[in-house]
């Protein structure tokens, strides 16, 4: 059986799963929020979209390198912890937005776009930052 590993990768059991139901738990807030608030941040202004766009991926990804940082998850480990916290979302997000319009009623269907780029642009920052971390923790990957 082939293994990629890093050298110093050993995330326990006990904070896979919490980084799982973090994700889980992190992806229902946001989408609560965003059902409340959503019309104020994607539809009233552009200057309001982009700023929102701007700040949110950066905040959420600080959230998350918290938790990883709390956790002292090994920087060999932050790309496998980085897809346990992100993948819930990403799973919920795309049955939300194929439902769009009755999921978030307080929206327009028409902005099932934004609110997709703009989802897209917060889970690729903190995947992009967790793996960089643990590509330069791990150097070359061995087999």
């Known amino acids: 059986m082939w293994y990629i590993c ?5 995330m326990t059991t006990q904070d896979k799963l919490l980084f799982g139901l973090f994700g889980a738990g992190f992806w229902f807030v ?19 979209y982009w700023i929102n766009f701007v700040i949110t991926p950066i905040l959420t990804a600080a959230i998350c390198i918290i938790l990883l940082k709390w956790r002292h998850v090994a920087a060999a480990d ?16 795309a049955a939300l ?12 269907p028409e902005t099932a776009g ?3 780029a703009f989802l897209f642009a917060s889970y690729a920052l903190f995947l992009t930052i967790a793996e960089i971390i643990t590509l330069r923790a791990g150097g070359p990957v061995k087999y």
């Not at 890093?6 to 050993?10: E, T």
């Not at 946001?30 to 009233?44: A, C, D, N, Q």
């Open 30 to 48: 946001g989408t609560i929020w965003y059902e409340l608030r959503g019309p104020h941040v994607f539809e009233s202004s552009s200057l309001r």
């Open 97 to 108: 937005l194929s439902d769009f319009a009755r999921f978030m009623p307080r929206m327009h």
């Open 6 to 10: 890093h050298p110093g990768a050993n």
């Open 114 to 116: 934004r609110y997709g």
């Open 78 to 93: 932050w790309a496998s912890a980085a897809l346990l916290i992100a993948l819930p979302g990403m799973f919920g997000e």
